[in-house]
């Protein structure tokens, strides 16, 4: 076993054939250790760095970590001899980005993530955002994810451009400081003007190997308990369904679609956790709405800037096709406004 400062003094062309430890400095402290190796193992497939972290052969301080795990300053990490797929994997390159500046600066840049692009690639993903923006912009010498959205989600998407602006934007998440707005349509007719909901959540794999997320109802000590809080404010109702403004106090997986079809109130569109029956008809288009995706939008962001400390809002406008789903509601449905 050998031990090195810096992976970096390794040809990034050559991948380890023996077991490396690093001791993570400054310029790693709070990067994801799936994103650690993303960066210095570019000719690497992610499947297999997924991989290896789930087969326990990627190890922090000699324990075994999710890929989800933020490295902390003079963490150790196992590096474990890594295959390189040179002849058999074709290199696939990200498009040019395309996507909507909402706000840009040394340390920021905030974009209108379309629907359907994943923010990073991975997990049979060959590229996302993340890797569009990094390939336009190959003189950038720092590009990270602030959060994450999924990949059906629209609206303000932020990243850092500075490992110091990343890190104070991670701070102010975990205090509370961040405030994150969604609009979202759900099944039914909701009641409540304002609604708080507490309720914990589980991450759990089906048998298909898909992650979910789950209400925990009750004490299980074999569940990891992961508190989660929702603000929802009523906008409008319709007939059966009804718009909400979701205000995030924490960020987990699938925190909003989890809590509503939770609660009954299933967002419309959902994949993993709506009304299927109502999705298919609204993909074919019947009740004369239409509808291809889920309507969950990132509409706003405010935060304290990194450098300045003065208050940002970004704001991302509802997309097209969300906003004609509205005019349909309005044209097709009686309106009872709250």
């Known amino acids: 076993m050998k031990s090195i400062g810096k992976i970096n003094t390794l ?16 310029e790693a402290d709070g990067q994801r250790i799936d994103n650690f190796f993303f960066k210095r193992f570019k000719r690497v497939p992610k499947s297999h760095i997924y991989q290896l972290l789930r087969s326990g052969q990627v190890r922090v301080n000699s324990k075994r970590i999710n890929a989800d795990y933020r490295l902390q300053q003079n963490d150790k990490v196992r590096i474990p001899p890594i295959r ?16 909507e500046v909402l706000f840009e600066d040394k340390w920021l840049l905030a974009i209108n993530k379309p629907s359907g692009i994943a923010v990073h690639g991975g997990s049979g993903i060959s590229y996302g955002v993340i890797e569009q923006l990094r390939a336009h912009y190959p003189d950038w010498k720092f590009l990270e994810l602030v959060h994450r959205l999924d990949r059906e989600t629209s609206g303000v998407l932020l990243l850092a451009k500075k490992r110091s602006a990343l890190v104070e934007a991670h701070r102010q998440i975990r205090e509370g400081i961040v405030q994150k707005r969604y609009w979202v349509i759900v099944r039914g007719r909701w009641r409540n003007a304002k609604q708080s909901v507490k309720l914990s959540l589980n991450k759990f794999v089906t048998a298909d190997g898909e992650r979910r997320v789950m209400v925990i109802s009750g004490k299980n000590e074999e569940k990891k308990e992961l508190p989660a809080h929702t603000v929802f404010t009523l906008k409008k109702n319709w007939q059966n369904f009804s718009l909400l403004e979701a205000e995030l106090k924490t960020g987990r997986t699938h925190q909003i679609r989890v809590h509503l079809a939770h609660l009954g109130f299933p967002i419309v569109g959902d994949d993993k956790y709506g009304d299927f029956e109502l999705n298919k008809e609204l993909m074919k288009g019947k009740q004369r709405l239409g509808l291809k995706r889920m309507f969950l939008h990132a509409a706003s962001l405010k935060m304290m800037h990194p450098a300045t400390g003065e208050y940002i809002c970004l704001e991302a406008p509802l997309p097209n096709d969300l906003t004609a789903f509205l005019q349909r509601l309005d044209e097709e449905t009686t309106v009872a406004r709250p």
């Open 11 to 26: 040809n990034k062309n050559i991948m380890p054939d023996m077991v490396i430890v690093e001791n993570i400095n400054e």
């Open 84 to 99: 390189t797929f040179q002849s058999a994997q074709k290199i696939i390159k990200p498009p040019p980005a395309a996507f």
